[in-house]
């Protein structure tokens, strides 16, 4: 049965010092993949401050694969990209198998909503690109390349080009390319999102099997709550802006997990039930006074309808 856990903010901020090692990995000598510590972020803008995360704190373990989800604007690419090192948190800290980070690293590897290719080389040499920067030679770098080629089923395409590549197959070069530098971490900002449904279903499958044999460390941003089902063994929901974590939700499914399968659309119906209320907060900023969060048009009181009748339109 599928059971929400409130989250609850258990470090101390003054026993964290800057140079030292994660507070969980201190009080329980078990060393997290992934530790997120009290991480802020505000941006500026001409009407002020926006406050984008407010003191997020997780952790993932070795070869987990984790989702976050939430309502627009609340954050979650944010925090893909502070973790990435992207970009700088206002305050807090970013520990990868017990290193501080401060910046961009092969350790962690971006995939992006579009593949992000190099159109002027093919497909097997954009999946080199990444190997031959750490100055690994060239045979080694083919061998490489079509392991992980074989590994996303693309081998055939290895001379192809990419505008002759679909949409689904660009993103399978851009996880060969990223798993070929044999990154610790993916970091994967809604990778799938610009594909159409049929596509979507099939690397629904592909990551799932790849994740199985690779054992990689994920963090996926969505927005689509049966996607995380389907790939994830845990799903954090993330609140309406400021972003904060609200709940997570483990997903004790056995692999491989298809999107149509009645218990993903039962872990579904259920995540939604508590991300409802986050989204009618997005839409009852974004709407008018008068409008209605639940039909999303203006609605019209019996009063002003009698007063409209009665003016003989």
Same mark, same amino acid.
């Given at each position: 049965? !599928?059971?929400?856990?409130?989250?609850?903010?258990?470090?101390?901020?003054?026993?964290?010092?800057?140079?030292?090692?994660? !507070?969980?990995?201190?009080?329980?000598?078990?060393?997290p993949k992934l530790c997120i510590q009290h991480i802020s972020k505000t941006f500026l803008s001409k009407n002020g401050g926006v406050s984008a995360l407010e003191d997020i704190n997780l952790e993932v373990k070795e070869g987990?694969?984790?989702?976050?989800?939430?309502?627009?604007?609340?954050?979650?690419?944010?925090?893909?990209?502070?973790?990435?090192?992207?970009?700088?948190?206002?305050?807090?800290e970013i520990w990868i198998s017990g290193r501080k980070i401060n910046g961009a690293g092969?350790?962690?590897?971006?995939?992006?909503?579009?593949a992000a290719l190099f159109p002027w080389l093919n497909v097997i040499k954009n999946v080199?690109?990444? !190997?031959?920067?750490?100055?690994?030679?060239?045979?080694?770098?083919?061998?490489?390349?079509?392991e992980y080629l074989k590994l996303v089923h693309l081998t055939k395409f290895q001379h192809a080009h990419v505008h002759e590549l679909s949409g689904g197959m660009k993103q399978r070069v851009a996880i060969a390319r990223a798993l070929a530098i044999n990154p610790e971490m993916l970091l994967m900002d809604e990778p799938f999102s610009a594909l159409d449904a049929q596509t979507r279903w099939i690397l629904h499958f592909e990551l799932q099997s790849i994740w199985l044999k690779t054992k990689k460390t994920i963090l996926f941003v969505t927005h689509n709550i049966r996607e995380a089902v389907c790939l994830a063994d845990?799903?954090?929901?993330?609140?309406?802006?400021?972003?904060?974590?609200?709940?997570?939700?483990?997903?004790d499914l056995p692999r491989p997990r298809d999107d149509n399968d009645v218990n993903v659309a039962e872990y579904s119906t259920r995540i939604m039930k508590e991300l409802k209320a986050e989204i009618n907060k997005v839409l009852k900023c974004e709407m008018d006074a008068d409008s209605c969060v639940e039909c999303d048009i203006k609605c019209t009181t019996e009063e002003a309808a009698k007063t409209d009748a009665g003016g003989g339109i």
């Open positions: 049965m !599928l059971e929400s856990i409130e989250i609850e903010n258990t470090i101390d901020t003054d026993q964290i010092k800057a140079g030292s090692k994660p !507070l969980a990995y201190k009080l329980n000598d078990i060393q987990e694969f984790v989702c976050i989800v939430g309502p627009s604007g609340c954050g979650k690419t944010t925090l893909l990209n502070i973790v990435a090192g992207l970009e700088k948190a206002d305050s807090g092969s350790d962690r590897v971006v995939i992006f909503q579009e080199e690109f990444g !190997l031959k920067q750490k100055g690994i030679n060239g045979s080694q770098r083919r061998n490489t390349a079509m845990r799903i954090v929901i993330l609140s309406t802006s400021p972003g904060r974590i609200k709940k997570e939700f483990s997903v």
